[in-house]
């Protein structure tokens, strides 16, 4: 009986000594050096020079380190997606990776009820009722979408943050809107005119500003802090309603916010807002002439505009008022939104069925196509730092 006893037992120490075996095995390799003989804090200062895609393809702990927080983020795309052939009011989150080539799923706002998002309604068989966003100081923003019956659907932003892969709720707007002028500059959000719950001629004709630079920080936005307020401003109004339209995208650019209050062709009305002195201007002549699509800011510095009935992609050029040919191509043709960041101007194709990437910087400049997931289509676009991950299998694919 003893000597059964003292086998069993011996077994299972046994057991348990391969199991602990494994373990450290498993966190030696998971704690694998970066570069052998150097510490990692200086094996990180050495490999941060290295593209991130090159990291990613050489062994684990370079993968790992390419999404750890201490590591400097890479740019990666964030859309609203639709599934194609569903009538269903729903949308999801996503982000696309570009060094691994992965679409995946962000986490939902958390809220109690979830967030309904109108995309049709009986009232507008023809078109998609817009949902609006901007991307500032590294966040993700939501401002304006519609939800049931034919309502504001949010009484204040939402914000995503990449780097901490959380949702924060903004101040409460003065006036919930939607189909309104929405953009940023400066790390300063800005909306105008649109439509509350009904037309109202004073809020088609109003603009509030919501400053975020002295309440966040790269890692989240805090509005804690008894000593500053959290709240919308209300700014010099607009002259008239025509704005209240369509959703307009409002381009900051060089300490202003431009916009045109019809998209495409159509005979349009430009105007600029000079955020320094708080004052509203004509838009110059030729960049009227010339804005017939989508625009965006790269760095707010040069603006870049698709005509989505040619397929062209333009800059402006002050010095000259006009537009400077960069390239044309047909999967350009149809643009409905586009964003710019790190010398790279992404486009919405036609129909939302993909995302062409152009590469501005390159000589001649170059053209590469983002698949959207199976099923599903691009409402929107915009480019932000990627998502810190430990583990890349952990994240939910698309």
């Not at 077994?11 to 000594?17: C, K, L, N, V």
């Not at 075996?21 to 390799?29: A, C, I, S, W």
């Not at 380190?65 to 990666?76: D, H, Q, T």
């Not at 000259?320 to 790279?344: C, T, Y």
């Amino acid at each position: 009986m003893n000597s059964a006893i003292i086998t069993v037992a011996s077994a299972d120490t046994a057991a348990e000594a391969a199991v602990k075996r494994r373990k450290k095995l498993h966190q030696r390799n998971l704690y694998e050096s970066l570069i052998p003989g150097l510490p990692d804090d200086i094996a990180q200062i050495c490999l941060s020079h290295v593209q991130p895609s090159t990291l990613y393809s050489v062994c684990q702990s370079w993968r790992r380190l390419v999404y750890s927080p201490s590591f400097p983020p890479f740019l990666s795309i964030y859309s609203l997606l639709k599934p194609s052939k569903s009538e269903e009011n729903s949308v999801q989150f996503a982000n696309f990776d570009p060094i691994s080539a992965k679409w995946n799923l962000l986490p939902p706002p958390p809220l109690n009820p979830p967030l309904r998002l109108l995309l049709r309604h009986r009232s507008f068989i023809s078109r998609h009722l817009p949902i609006q966003s901007v991307s500032v100081s590294g966040n993700f923003i939501l401002l304006a979408a519609t939800t049931d019956p034919l309502l504001p659907a949010l009484s204040r932003p939402l914000v995503f943050n990449p780097l901490t892969r959380k949702w924060t709720s903004g101040p409460r707007f003065e006036t919930p809107r939607r189909w309104c002028v929405a953009g940023a500059s400066q790390g300063v959000v800005y909306v105008a005119s649109g439509i509350g719950s009904s037309y109202n001629p004073e809020v088609a004709q109003s603009v509030e500003k919501w400053d975020l630079k002295s309440y966040c920080t790269k890692y989240s936005c805090n509005h804690h802090d008894k000593n500053k307020v959290w709240k919308w401003e209300k700014m010099g109004g607009l002259k008239d309603g025509k704005f209240s339209r369509e959703a307009i995208e409002a381009v900051g650019w060089r300490g202003k916010l431009c916009m045109v209050n019809v998209k495409g062709d159509a005979a349009k009305e430009g105007i600029i807002y000079d955020v320094g002195s708080y004052t509203w201007q004509e838009m110059p002549e030729g960049m009227l002439v010339g804005w017939r699509g989508p625009a965006a800011a790269m760095e707010e510095e040069v603006i870049y505009t698709v005509d989505e009935s040619k397929g062209a992609l333009r800059k402006y050029d002050p010095g000259s008022d006009s537009w400077i040919m960069i390239l044309e191509n047909e999967m350009l043709k149809g643009a409905q939104h586009m964003a710019a960041a790190g010398g790279r101007v992404c486009v919405v194709c036609g129909g939302g069925d993909g995302i062409a990437v152009v590469d501005v910087t390159a000589e001649p400049p170059s053209l590469v196509v983002v698949e959207t997931p199976v099923g599903f289509q691009v409402l929107d676009v915009h480019i932000l730092p990627r998502m810190n991950q430990l583990d890349s299998e952990s994240k939910d694919e698309c």
